[in-house]
């Protein structure tokens, strides 16, 4: 018999979907999404093989709705084994206690001002920090401020994806959390990426502004609003 292949439905079996029984597939979810005019995070959650992250923990005031969000995706938030704080400003760093066993990534300025509700935390005080094959942060400068951002690197293979995240495959996304400006100088920049990208500029290098992380990315999630794809 084949891989993948079943007995007949009268035998009483289910037939599988080759290659799924078992796998952990790569997924990308937005737990909650904060209004583009707010203050505060969103909370996205990325899963791989070895590592569930959540960018951002958002603000004290949407902590149901956030809870509400892991319940709703069948999701344990005290599973999550990693946590991305992109700034420690206020809403972006007030549920962390949602995440006790996940290890906490900080950038070197925002070391003494996150409260520490986690059981570990580590430093970013590097460019680039991979996390597994197919996760790495990017530490950009911000307005004079060191912001921490997540770059992934999705497989092209539909059946490594969950289905819902399908339209992520062979992509590299973008999670910008705090590394966002106004909606509209946002906005200004998309459009200038796009006419770039356009005329053939391409982004070689490790970002390390805004607008290289967006030139380096295939879709963007902000750290409020919706998905962009590039």
């Known amino acids: 018999m084949m891989q993948g292949e079943g007995k007949t439905a009268a035998q009483g079996l289910a037939i599988l979907e080759p290659g799924s029984f078992g796998m952990r597939r790569r997924a990308l979810i937005r737990i909650f999404k904060a209004d583009p005019d707010s203050s505060g995070s969103s909370v996205t959650l990325v899963r791989t093989l070895t590592t569930s992250v959540v960018i951002d923990s958002g603000g004290g005031k949407d902590r149901e709705y956030i809870i509400k969000g892991f319940k709703d995706n069948q999701l344990a938030a005290e599973k999550i084994n990693v946590l991305l704080t992109t700034c420690a400003a206020c809403g972006y760093a007030e549920n962390d ?134």
């Open 97 to 230: 206690d949602l995440f006790p066993h996940a290890l906490q990534h900080v950038s070197r300025s925002d070391w003494s001002s996150v409260k520490g509700s986690t059981s570990r935390r580590v430093m970013i005080a590097t460019d680039v920090h991979w996390i597994d094959r197919y996760l790495k942060i990017i530490r950009l400068d911000v307005e004079g401020s060191e912001v921490l951002t997540l770059q992934v690197h999705f497989p092209a293979k539909e059946e490594l994806m969950e289905p819902a995240s399908r339209e992520f495959c062979g992509k590299v996304v973008g999670v910008l959390g705090a590394a966002m400006p106004s909606a509209r100088m946002f906005l200004e920049l998309i459009d200038e990426v796009r006419r770039e990208r356009a005329a053939g500029a391409k982004m070689e290098t490790v970002p390390k502004t805004i607008k290289d992380m967006l030139m380096s990315c295939d879709v963007v999630i902000p750290g409020r609003g919706e998905t962009i794809h590039l």
